[in-house]
């Protein structure tokens, strides 16, 4: 029998003898005795765990506390009260240790990423092991339903990865030979040979399951507010027990000690902090779980509460708000066709290695022929020229089409302007920039919805194009051409702004930007998978590279920020107004037992709702 | 030095928060977290007496609920 079972077998058994007595007219002799084995039953493990703490010097502990009201309650003559309180109690803390254990459980099954074992080759032989056991380079296979055990490089196969567990993300990615992949996801359809790069303890599901295990080391204000709170409660409930049982029947004509005994006993009932002990903790615990279901870390509760405060939002612009890759966005021929101008400039461009050359490369889709390029010359500086299919290309900036003498123009854009000719006339120009990301306007509207006050994007990149990026996105200030010293300072003056309460968030793909990462009251780290520097660096790392989580982090901390605020008002409220009422002789035992322990159930299952993320969220 | 260690049976939040108290107040402790949700103790200490100090911490959990043992 478990000992869940048992314990609710013992309890049954002492309610059926606290019946017994109750329904049945006994002499007072056998009805004492009767009562007394219902105690005895009840709550003889509180006893014993009672005394055992008194012999270690554990005054004011919950066992002690509701022996003494109990037994208290006996010697006023309150038999039936006596052991119903009790019977109260125990079912309270079963109902208690039943919610904590769910909690928990589901707090598990939400860290459930950890792959049990590797298949690894050794001596041309297929082995099963704990991954701890593999080391770097290793070969392992992983095949379809299974989890990925280790960091690797794929070697053979391709198939499609689930990465839900780290990223929150529910489009599986494609994975081909000499993709890097992450242990942690699964393998949905095909058979990968994987070369182990990391080693179990370093890979990233380990480090993101040390993270949020030890996230809740870091204590928000309200925890460490309630943990100073129930060290002064307890004394101070028990004292004004004590006064409240001697002083009045001394004092006050009339009072009788049974009377005022009783009233005080009702204190030492409610005397427990424990509603707000579990329940505050397991509300911030909540909140990040849940947020690391969405593939959002956050590294501490101070920094879950530190969010729901956010005024300001700063953003780095390249591979935060913009993909940081570079791409051709606009093709506009003059006299040829968008095709040509994109062929001619490819093939002259072709045996550059700058960015510019690459991304028109794979815009150009097909196979470059270098059998049609001939005299290739780079102008440092300008560009290039090249003959192609025997026609002179010029490719290049606006100061190369000055000196061949080439009459250009171009509208208002942001990147980088490619201008061509062929053969001495003007063909068009194409322009290459960096890509905004799906979802940077909508973050930032989200953002503006959840209440930010101001949005703020430092660059390092030209003024033209952080602006015009800033201006797509909607965003209040833009901060361009800073260098990463700058980027400090002009952090630095938006904190000088910002109200005292208020805090300032800033996000950063984790390059280059730890030192404002730190600065910032809340460092924010975009796209952290697989980059330990960001995972170091940063409070809060976003697994994908979504801007818009930031919104649904905050989301999360105000929601938790709510749960933890209902539950200090609502168990605080519930005890005062049964200690008020007790000391006016008003509430009896039973009442005092429901704010101890029903309190607390109550305030668990509140918090169990933080650990729900559901649609609207993401 | 840092490590972590499984509490088995730590059945009450207030007892763990006692725990926390009473060992941080121990010589050599740099750090220290009793994590009532995940059941467990994180301790930062000084590596010369590392070893007495998880003895008087086996005491101090021991005496605030004697049900609870650490899982070396």
Same mark, same amino acid.
């Given at each position: 029998m478990s000992k869940a079972k048992k314990e609710i077998f013992r309890i049954g058994a002492g309610t059926l003898v606290l019946i017994i007595a109750v329904a049945v007219s006994f002499p007072s002799y056998l009805n004492l005795a009767f009562f007394l084995a219902a105690y005895f039953i009840i709550g003889g493990d509180v006893l014993w765990r009672a005394i055992r703490n008194i012999l270690h010097g554990? *005054?004011? %502990?919950e066992n002690f506390l509701m022996s003494i009201a109990t037994i208290g309650a006996f010697f006023v003559g309150e038999y039936p009260e006596a052991v119903s309180v009790m019977l109260f109690y125990q079912v309270g803390e079963m109902f208690q240790d039943y919610a904590v254990n769910r909690s928990r459980k589901s707090i598990s099954s939400l860290m459930?990423? =950890? +792959?049990?074992y590797a298949n690894v080759k050794r001596n041309g032989e297929l082995v099963t092991v704990d991954p701890e056991e593999v080391a770097i380079n290793e070969i392992i296979v992983v095949k379809a339903g299974?989890?990925? +055990?280790l960091d690797g490089k794929v070697i053979e196969g391709h198939s499609l990865v689930d990465t839900s567990a780290l990223t929150g993300e529910s489009v599986p990615r494609e994975i081909n030979v000499s993709s890097e992949v992450l242990s942690g996801c699964i393998n949905l359809n095909g058979l990968l040979t994987i070369q182990v790069a990391k080693e179990f303890g370093e890979s990233t599901v380990s480090k993101i399951l040390d993270l949020v295990e030890n996230a809740? &080391?870091?204590?928000a204000k309200r925890e460490n507010f309630i943990t100073r709170f129930a060290r002064y409660y307890t004394p101070v409930v028990v004292i004004v027990a004590v006064i409240l049982a001697v002083v009045p029947p001394l004092? *006050?004509?009339?009072? $009788?000690f049974s009377d005022w005994i009783y009233r005080a006993l009702t204190f030492l009932v409610v005397s427990c902090p424990c509603a707000l002990v579990i329940s505050i903790p397991l509300g911030f615990f909540g909140g990040i779980g849940g947020a690391s279901k969405l593939g959002i870390l956050i590294k501490g509760g101070n920094y879950l509460e530190a969010l729901a405060a956010t005024e300001l939002v700063v953003f780095d612009k390249t591979? $935060?708000? $913009?993909?940081g890759t570079f791409k051709v966005t606009e093709i506009n021929p003059v006299g040829i066709s968008d095709t040509e101008l994109l062929e001619l400039t490819a093939h002259a461009e072709s045996?550059? &290695?700058h960015p510019i050359s690459q991304s028109l490369k794979n815009a150009f889709e097909s196979e470059i %022929? &270098?059998? =049609? @390029? $001939?005299d290739v010359e780079e102008i440092p500086g300008h560009g290039v020229k090249a003959v192609v299919d025997g026609k002179t290309v010029y490719a290049g900036n606006s100061k190369l089409m000055e000196k061949v003498g080439a009459v250009y123009s171009h509208n208002k854009t942001v990147g980088t302007v490619v201008h061509v000719t062929v053969n001495g006339v003007y063909a068009g120009y194409i322009v290459i920039s960096d890509e905004i990301k799906e979802d940077s306007v909508s973050a930032i509207a989200k953002l503006k919805a959840c209440g930010i006050h101001k949005t703020v994007m430092l660059t390092g990149d030209a003024k033209d194009v952080g602006e015009a990026v800033a201006e797509t996105l909607g965003l209040d200030e833009v901060y361009t051409e800073l260098l990463p010293v700058d980027k400090v300072e002009k952090v630095e003056k938006l904190l000088a702004e910002k109200s005292p309460k208020g805090n300032l968030a800033f996000a950063g793909d984790g390059i280059n930007d730890a030192p404002v990462l730190s600065r910032a009251d809340i460092g924010i780290a975009m796209? #952290?998978? #697989?980059?330990d520097a960001a995972i170091e660096a940063? %409070? *809060? *790392? @976003?697994? &994908? %590279?979504? +801007?818009s989580k930031i919104a649904t982090a905050i989301a999360i901390s105000k929601k938790t920020l709510r749960i933890v605020n209902q539950n200090i008002v609502f168990a605080l409220g519930v005890k005062a107004i049964v200690l008020a009422m007790g000391a006016f002789g008003i509430s009896n035992l039973w009442e005092a037992v429901f704010a101890d322990v029903g309190v607390s159930v109550i305030a668990i299952l509140n918090s169990a709702r933080a650990l729900r993320v559901d649609n609207t969220f993401k | 030095m840092k490590k972590n260690y499984r509490l088995n049976d730590l059945g009450c939040a207030n007892c763990a928060s006692k725990m926390e108290r009473e060992i941080s107040?121990?010589?050599?402790?740099?750090s220290v977290t009793v994590n009532f949700m995940m059941q467990k103790l994180t301790i930062d200490a000084v590596d010369e007496s590392f070893d007495d100090i998880m003895t008087s911490v086996q005491k101090i959990i021991k005496k605030i609920e004697p049900d609870c043992t650490i899982k070396m």
């Open positions: 554990q *005054v004011f %502990d459930d990423i =950890r +792959p049990d299974e989890k990925i +055990p809740s &080391n870091k204590k004092l *006050v004509p009339g009072a $009788t591979g $935060t708000l $913009t993909k045996y550059s &290695n %022929d &270098n059998s =049609r @390029i $001939t796209g #952290g998978l #697989g980059s940063a %409070d *809060v *790392v @976003i697994m &994908n %590279d979504e +801007p | 107040k121990l010589e050599g402790i740099n």
